[in-house]
Nanobody
Framework: QVQLVESGGGLVQPGGSLRLSCAAS????????MGWYRQAPGAQRELVAR???????YYAGSVTGRFTISGDNAKKMRFLQMNSLRPEDTAMYYC?????????WGQGSQVTVSS
C-alpha cells in the first residue's frame, strides 16, 4: 500500500516563498510520476507541477518561472519550491503519485497567500 505524506504550506504574504514536501512509502515498482495538484474554493483541481523518475518536468503556465519541482527518486520524495507567491496561488495543494497503474494522493496542504 502506497501512502503519501505531505508537509509545508501555511500562510505567507504576497511575494513570499513556501516549500512543500511529499514523501511516499510502500512498494513502487518501476517508473512513476510525482507532483502536485491544487484546488481553490469553487474551482476545479488543476495540475501545478510534476516530475517523472526520468527527470522530465511539467509546470502549469500560471506557475512557470515561479515554482520549481525537484526530487529524490531513491527516497521517493518530491519538493515544490514556490516563490513570488500571489493571492491567486491560494489553494489546497495535493501531492500525488502515479505509478502507471493508479493514482495515490496525499492528505493536502493549505497554502494561503494574503497580506
Amino acid at each position: 500500500q502506497v501512502q503519501l505524506v505531505e508537509s509545508g504550506g501555511g500562510l505567507v504574504q504576497p511575494g513570499g516563498s513556501l516549500r512543500l514536501s511529499c514523501a511516499a512509502s510502500g512498494t513502487i515498482v518501476g517508473s512513476y510520476i510525482m507532483g502536485w495538484y491544487r484546488q481553490a474554493p469553487g474551482a476545479q483541481r488543476e495540475l501545478v507541477a510534476r516530475l517523472t523518475t526520468g527527470g522530465s518536468s511539467y509546470y502549469a503556465g500560471s506557475v512557470t518561472g515561479r515554482f520549481t519541482i525537484s526530487g529524490d527518486n531513491a527516497k521517493k520524495m518530491r519538493f515544490l519550491q514556490m516563490n513570488s507567491l500571489r493571492p491567486e496561488d491560494t489553494a489546497m495543494y495535493y501531492c500525488y503519485l502515479y505509478d502507471f497503474n493508479r493514482n495515490y494522493w496525499g492528505q493536502g496542504s493549505q497554502v494561503t497567500v494574503s497580506s
